[in-house]
Structure formats: structure tokens, C-alpha cells
């Protein structure tokens, strides 16, 4: 009967969209409904959306704040334009969406993907205005190297600590990750996108001129700009992943933190592009006024995912897969998966679904591959109680119906494809 109350949640805030009603605003009336219905106190219901929205922001508002503010120093400074002119000249217009690709990559394996996805947004934009392309066509093969990273590559956040919890090879998961997230995100994000965008054949026949450059940064500062985060991140992750305590350990993991990478990226990049602070902090306020509806959603869709999880709506779907006699792997995935649809964040449903099908490991299953069958599962079918789903909506400005059709598809191929892989490299190890 849960999950009918789930699904009824699901339908009415469809309907309230469809309606014009804020998404806000209906995720909020949509969350309190479905907690009463599913016999929560109406006092607990208002503390668990309270517990939600403020996990989801505390984790997440400073990230999404600061990466606006350096998206829009990185737009209003030239280094952007930069960018996608040194992008274009060396992959040609044409091929732009394996340098998304390639950089999604490199963004997603130390970040978590919203803050990744904050990260590359405005290159994204940038890229999409110049080339006169559609914004999806250049968005999706982003969205689809971060969600790979999330789901199968260590040193990524996710898959480093189902390593642990399966007492996986940090090594093996990293190769076998590899061997199925490269032919996986170019399905999804190159060849899906190319199915299903409409381009103007103008575009690519007629030849880019790149323009007077001599008003923009050089490629040097721009890169630096755009990539300082990363790299801060990166040896951040390096640094604190060491086995054995030294004295700077402590200052690695300060710097592995996303804020910090961005803050500190902020204050570079007024340094190094020799910008008046009167001028950048009018950038920085124009950023964080840009995506102020959008943390208010995503905050509103945290308050729903933590009516679910604290209604035990996901001890129901634990309990109707367990008695399912199928293959470990093939089992975990589907475990992961259907906690993912009912509860919305990819990273809840994996560690939920690890404890589950941790006994399982043995029977026919390394642990390696379980940690990438769970990390598959924890991406399937994204839909409108996942955070990332309404980010996806709300930068990209799409309605519900095209959100499903690019952002849930995309991560549904990812998914399966995952599933696919994991089984087949199983057949041969």
C-alpha cells in the first residue's frame, strides 16, 4: 500500500506542475500530503521536511552558491568565450561534444555531480551561445560523463566508499569502471543526444570564425579559472587518501572540500584576471540571484526524498526484492534501483542497498563488481524526487515532459547499459 501512496504522491505533484503551480511549492505540498498519508504524525511529517531541506542545503547551498558566483566571474570576465574558442579549434565544431565529454570526466571523478555540474554549467552555456548549438545537445554528454564517474570510478566520492563497504579492490574497481563507463557515456552522452536534438545542418557546414580575441584573457588565466576547483580538489583527494598520517594531512582534507576549492577559486580568479572588486562582487550577487529558485527547489525536493526515507517506505522495497532468487548481481542492481525510483538520491539508494546485498558477495560475484551493479542502480530512472532532476530542469529550462525524455532517459541508458556491462565482464573473470 506504500508504494500506491508513493506513486499517488508522484501523480499529484505531476499534475500541480502541469498546473503552473511553482515546483516548490508543490514538492512542499506534495511531501506533507504523502507523509500523512503514509500515517506519519503531522508533527513528524514537518520535522522530517525540515530534516531534508536542511541536509540537502547544508550539504549542497554553499556549492551551489559559490559555483554560481565563479560561473559568472568565468562569463562576465571573457575567460569562458576564451575557452570554448581554444575548445573548438581543437576538437572542431563538429566534435564539441567529446570535449564536453573528456572534460565531464575529468570534473566528475573528484566532485560529487551537482557540485561537477555547477562547475561545467557555465561552460556549457558558453560553448552552446557561441557555436549557436542547442543547449542540450552540448548539456547532455556532460551530464552523462558525471553520472558515470558517480556511478563507477573511484576516487569518485560514491564508488570509493562501496569499495570499502564491500572490501573491494580500490584497483580492479577503477579498471573495470573504466572499461565500461568510456563505451557507456559515449552512448549516452554522445549518441543519444545526436538521436534525439534536431541541428541545424547550417551550423556545422558553415565554418566557425573564431573572433578578435585580443579582448579576452589568455588561455592560460582563462583555463585556470575554469579549472582551479578541480585541480584544488583533485590534490586535495590525493593528498588526504594517503594511508598514514603526516603533519599536512589535515590541510589536504581541508582543500578537498568543494567550498573551499571554490572559494579559494573565486578569490584567484579576481586576482589572476585583474578584476575591480566593486565589479566582481556585482558579478558574484548576479550569479547567486540567478539560481536562487533553483536551491529552493532542489531544497523543496530534499524535504520530499526525507519523507520517504523516514516513512520506511524503503524497508517495503527491501523486503518485496529480497525474496527474489536471481543472480547477486543482477539482485543488487535491482535493489538499488528500485530504492532509487522510490527514494530519489542516487547516493542514499546505494549505501542503503550495499548493506543488503553485502552477504551476497561470493555467490558467484566479486566485489568489485558488486560495488559497479550497485553504483548502476543507483542511477536509474531519475525522476521528480531527485535533486538532480530539478536541477537539470531548472538550469536547462525544460519543461516536465522534456526533462523526462532527455535527463531520466539518459540516466536510465547509463543504468542498464551498467547492468549489461557488469554481466558481461562477469562471464569472464
Not at 571523478?109 to 551537482?114: A, G, M, Q, R, T
Not at 584573457?217 to 582551479?228: G, Q, R, V, W, Y
Not at 576547483?229 to 589535515?250: E, H, L, M, N, R
Not at 566582481?280 to 527547489?297: D, H, N, P, Q, R
Amino acid at each position: 500500500m506504500s508504494l500506491f501512496i508513493v506513486l499517488f504522491g508522484i501523480l499529484l505533484l505531476l499534475l500541480l506542475i502541469i498546473r503552473k503551480l511553482n515546483p516548490m511549492i508543490a514538492l512542499v505540498i506534495v511531501a506533507i500530503v504523502t507523509g500523512l498519508l503514509l500515517g506519519m504524525p503531522a508533527n513528524k511529517v514537518m520535522l522530517s521536511i525540515s530534516a531534508g531541506v536542511g541536509s540537502t542545503l547544508g550539504s549542497m547551498v554553499l556549492v551551489l552558491a559559490l559555483g554560481a558566483m565563479m560561473g559568472k566571474l568565468i562569463e562576465d570576465s571573457g575567460a569562458a568565450k576564451k575557452i570554448v574558442f581554444i575548445l573548438i579549434g581543437a576538437f572542431g565544431q563538429r566534435n564539441i561534444q567529446w570535449a564536453i565529454l573528456l572534460t565531464g570526466f575529468l570534473v566528475g571523478i573528484p566532485l560529487f555531480y551537482n557540485a561537477g555540474f555547477v562547475v561545467l554549467i557555465p561552460l556549457v552555456f558558453a560553448i552552446a551561445a557561441t557555436t549557436k548549438l542547442p543547449k542540450l545537445y552540448v548539456g547532455l554528454p556532460m551530464a552523462a560523463a558525471l553520472s558515470v564517474t558517480h556511478g563507477f570510478l573511484p576516487p569518485h566520492p560514491g564508488p570509493v566508499a562501496l569499495a570499502a563497504i564491500f572490501h573491494a579492490d580500490m584497483g580492479k574497481t577503477l579498471l573495470y569502471g573504466l572499461m565500461l563507463s568510456v563505451p557507456i557515456a559515449v552512448v549516452a552522452g554522445v549518441l543519444f543526444p545526436r538521436m534525439i536534438i534536431k541541428r541545424d545542418k547550417k551550423v556545422f557546414d558553415t565554418p566557425f570564425m573564431i573572433p578578435d580575441e585580443s579582448s579576452l584573457p589568455s588561455t592560460l588565466s582563462s583555463f585556470t579559472s575554469a579549472l582551479l576547483p578541480v585541480f584544488i580538489i583533485i590534490v586535495g583527494t590525493i593528498g588526504s587518501g594517503v594511508s598514514y598520517d603526516y603533519s599536512f594531512k589535515s590541510l589536504f582534507v581541508f582543500l578537498a572540500d568543494p567550498t573551499v576549492a571554490l572559494l579559494t577559486a573565486i578569490v584567484f580568479t579576481i586576482f589572476i584576471q585583474k578584476i575591480k572588486i566593486t565589479v566582481a562582487m556585482e558579478s558574484c550577487t548576479a550569479g547567486v540571484k540567478s539560481i536562487a529558485m533553483i536551491i529552493l527547489i532542489i531544497a523543496a525536493g530534499g524535504g520530499f526524498k526525507q519523507i520517504l526515507v523516514d516513512s520506511g517506505v524503503g524497508n517495503t522495497v527491501k523486503d518485496l526484492t529480497s525474496t527474489l532468487n536471481l543472480s547477486p548481481l543482477l539482485l543488487a542492481w535491482l535493489i538499488t534501483g528500485a530504492l532509487r525510483v522510490t527514494l530519489g538520491s542516487a547516493t542514499v539508494a546505494a549505501l542503503t542497498a550495499s548493506g543488503i546485498v553485502l552477504p551476497l558477495i561470493g555467490f558467484g560475484a566479486s566485489p568489485e563488481l558488486m560495488v559497479l551493479s550497485v553504483g548502476a542502480g543507483s542511477l536509474l530512472f531519475s525522476h521528480v524526487n531527485d535533486t538532480g532532476f530539478w536541477m537539470f530542469k531548472e538550469y536547462f529550462n525544460l519543461t516536465l515532459r522534456e526533462t523526462f525524455s532527455t535527463w531520466s532517459v539518459m540516466e536510465t541508458i547509463v543504468s542498464v547499459l551498467g547492468l549489461l556491462g557488469v554481466l558481461l565482464l562477469n562471464q569472464f573473470l
